[in-house]
Each structure stands twice: as structure tokens, then as C-alpha cells.
């Protein structure tokens, strides 16, 4: 009796020992995961290498995109790629509304913003702007080709003409309606990208719209459309069709460092070469 207690205290204790053992196994791996992870992260960390907060509208086409792959693409992006490897920066994309941009970059959530953005007085006033511009084009009317009432803005009264709320165009022809008020323009608010308004114009959506020259050249190369484009002689009461870069009011700093890789990839012909691959042309400002 006294030896069948013995055997089974004994297998008792070996059974505890073996758990412990295991324990101990199981202990030790977590340490060593633990420690793999704070390792990783202070590697990345000692590199150097910032990562900035962008904030994109994800349109219009080319400026910034997302193409058929489900990747960001376009202009904008493949000019501050460039520019993030002068600074040795990491970028994160983050598409959002237009104007949506502007609230996360008064809340923080950005360190900056981009999206064929033009200065106003009233966006002056409460964001720092890059010092120079990284595009420039010009503000156009547009037809479709069979319409031959339509040559300047005087004959936009009681037309369809999309815009985005908010944007250039549409403030400007909200402005036009308040002293046109008897033969008001019909704005078609929409948030589709100005590509896809330039396509609906072409179906007859539209009688007309009011758009950069680079996005209409960019639907007639893309479709084969044709449309008639007219010069505007006061379009820089529309938009002064330049593009920059805006960050908070008071990061200076940034600012400064992005203003440097920016004209870096100017003097080098890295700017004018991206813009030649999504436009077809330099649209790059001369100092």
C-alpha cells in the first residue's frame, strides 16, 4: 500500500515539473517575440526617417488618382515621392473629400495638403502656402462640338454647368449669379472629378463647363471627344490657375524643407519630366 502511494506521489511531482518546464518554454517565447518587436521598432525609429501625414483628394485625373490597380498615382503624387527623397521622408497617403482636407489640416490630422489647390485671399489668411507654385495652367470655357451658342461666360445664363462645391468655379459662378440675378447660371453641383464632368458635358448633360486646360486635353487624348475651348479674357478672376502645396499656419519649418526639395526637382528637370509624363507637356512655373 505504502509503495502504490509512493509511485503515485512520485508520477504526481514528475507531472508538475514537466507543466513548468513547458511553462517556462512558453514564457521564454513571448519574451523573445516581445523583444524581436521593441528591437524592430527602435531600428526604424534610429533610421531617421519621419513619416508625414498627406492629405489627397484622390481626383481629378491626373493630378492624383487611384488607377485601375487600386494604387495613388498621378502628378501631385509622383512629385512629392520625388520630393520625400531629397528630405528622406516616408509619405502617407490618406484621400479624403476636397474639402474635407482642409478640416483634417485644421485638425491636425495632416501635416499637409494637396489637390490642384489655388490661392485665395480667404485660404491665405488661414493657411501657409508653399512659396512657390508647382503648376500652372489656365482656366478655359467648354462646349461640346455642335454647340454654337455658347463662346463666353456672357452666354452661360440659364446654362448647365457643374462644379464642385467650393471649388474656384463655382464660387465664381455664384458670384456671377448675385449680379446676374435675372438670367442666373443653372451650377450643377456635383462631386464628380472634373473628368468625368468633361465626359457628361460630351453625352449632353451639360451645355458648358469651366475647367483647366490640362483636364480637357487630358479627356480628348483619353476618349478621342472633341470640344470647342474658348479662351477666358478675365479667368484669373476665376482662379489664377497655379497649384500649391498648403500646410498650418504655423509650420514654418515644414514648409521650408519642402520648399527646398521642390526646388530641387525644379533646377534638376525632375518636376518638368513627371509633368511631361501626365500632361504631355511642362506645365512646371519659371521662376
Not at 3 to 16: D, E, P, R, W, Y
Not at 52 to 60: F, W
Not at 199 to 219: F, K, M, S
Request: glycine content about 6%; charged content about 25%.
Amino acid at each position: 500500500m505504502k509503495k502504490n502511494l509512493l509511485k503515485i506521489c512520485t508520477g504526481i511531482m514528475s507531472a508538475v515539473l514537466l507543466v513548468g518546464a513547458f511553462a517556462g518554454c512558453s514564457s521564454s517565447s513571448s519574451t523573445t517575440d516581445n523583444k524581436t518587436e521593441d528591437n524592430a521598432a527602435t531600428d526604424e525609429a534610429a533610421d531617421g526617417e519621419r513619416t508625414l501625414v498627406v492629405g489627397v483628394p484622390g481626383t481629378p485625373k491626373p493630378y492624383n488618382y487611384v488607377d485601375d490597380s487600386g494604387e495613388l498615382v498621378g502628378y501631385e503624387i509622383d512629385m512629392l515621392n520625388a520630393m520625400a527623397e531629397k528630405m528622406n521622408v516616408k509619405l502617407d497617403y490618406q484621400v479624403t473629400e476636397f474639402e474635407s482636407m482642409f478640416a483634417g489640416l485644421d485638425a491636425g490630422r495632416y501635416d499637409l495638403i494637396i489637390g490642384n489647390i489655388s490661392k485665395k485671399p480667404e485660404r491665405e489668411e488661414k493657411y501657409l502656402f508653399s512659396t512657390e507654385p508647382y503648376f500652372k495652367n489656365k482656366i478655359v470655357l467648354v462646349t461640346a462640338k455642335d454647340n454654337t451658342d455658347i463662346k463666353s461666360i456672357d452666354d452661360l445664363g440659364g446654362k448647365r454647368v457643374p462644379a464642385g462645391s467650393g471649388r474656384a468655379n463655382a464660387l465664381f459662378m455664384e458670384t456671377y449669379n448675385e449680379q446676374h440675378p435675372d438670367n442666373p447660371i443653372d451650377i450643377q453641383y456635383t462631386d464628380a472629378d472634373a473628368s468625368a464632368a468633361l465626359v457628361d458635358l460630351y453625352n449632353g448633360r451639360y451645355d458648358a463647363c469651366i475647367y483647366n486646360q490640362t483636364y480637357v486635353t487630358g479627356v480628348m487624348d483619353e476618349y478621342g471627344y472633341e470640344y470647342n475651348v474658348y479662351e477666358i479674357p478675365n479667368a484669373d478672376e476665376i482662379e489664377i490657375p497655379e497649384a500649391w502645396i498648403l500646410f498650418s499656419k504655423d509650420n514654418t519649418e515644414l514648409r521650408d524643407e519642402m520648399d527646398n526639395a521642390l526646388a530641387e526637382i525644379k533646377a534638376d528637370g525632375t518636376l518638368s519630366e513627371i509633368s511631361v509624363k501626365y500632361f504631355g507637356e511642362d506645365y512646371v512655373p519659371k521662376n
